[in-house]
């Protein structure tokens, strides 16, 4: 089955800073990548998708880049403003039935 | 996207004792899955809720443990039965809208046993 490895597990960055969160799966079948951001008490929450045919997607300060190739994607986050604070997870799709998460990271955007 | 209600939100309970929590969305969702989260780790898969019929497991969840019910296209309940201070975290209820879309999650259900 599909396996999805998230790095790095922790990322502590100033506020005004990037960050950049990356992603690898296996199955090169996977087609589509979606992005959740899981606040403290929350379930995950949606913030950004790609699909296979797209090479990058952008929203505001949020874009997310995908290497089918080299079977990795990532999430780039600019100008972090400390309510970005949060654990982030990427997922990986081959059916669009059955999701692959990764392991999360968490982001402390420091003021 | 779904707004997806999960009660309760948090609950403590004894050894031994079950739980039933409850999964309500605002419009029909083609699926539902229950989810496992424990402390500060990543999202774990217990089952998919088939609408009218058994729940699919995976591997490592059965049905004793974890009964699910999905009566219709809009609602779900997962039971954590027997439990034990093991089964204490983090329970998500997730949809899906459609074929090909993201997975929308509930605020979940933060379990204690004790």
């Known amino acids: 089955g599909e396996n999805v490895e998230q790095h790095p597990s922790t990322l502590s960055v100033q506020e005004g800073d990037s960050a950049v969160i990356k992603c690898t799966y296996s199955d090169s079948a996977s087609n589509y990548f979606p992005w959740y951001k899981q606040e403290l008490g929350k379930g995950p929450q949606l913030i950004i998708d790609i699909r296979s045919n797209v090479g990058e997607k952008k929203d505001q300060r949020i874009a997310v880049t995908l290497n089918k190739t080299a079977k990795h994607f990532s999430l780039h986050i600019t100008e972090t403003q400390p309510e970005d604070s949060a654990v982030y997870f990427c997922?990986?799709?081959?059916?669009?039935?059955?999701?692959?998460f990764g392991t999360g990271t968490s982001l402390t955007v420091i003021p | 996207s779904a707004v997806i209600s999960q009660k309760p939100s948090r609950d403590i309970c004894q050894r031994g004792t079950s739980l039933t929590i409850q999964c309500q969305v605002d419009s029909q969702v083609t699926m539902m899955f229950w989810y496992r989260q424990q402390p500060g780790q990543s999202l774990t898969l217990i089952a998919t809720?088939?609408?009218?019929?058994?729940?699919?497991?995976e591997s490592g969840f059965v049905i004793d443990k974890f009964p699910i019910s999905r009566p219709n296209l809009t609602f779900s309940t997962l039971t954590v039965s027997n439990m034990s201070p093991e089964d204490s975290s983090i329970y998500l209820c997730?949809?899906?809208?459609?074929?090909?879309?993201?997975?929308?999650f509930g605020d979940g259900t933060r379990l204690s046993i004790l």
């Open positions: 809720a088939n609408q009218g019929s058994e729940a699919t497991y």
């Open positions: 997730s949809v899906l809208t459609g074929g090909n879309q993201p997975q929308h």
């Open positions: 997922a990986a799709s081959l059916s669009g039935n059955q999701f692959y």
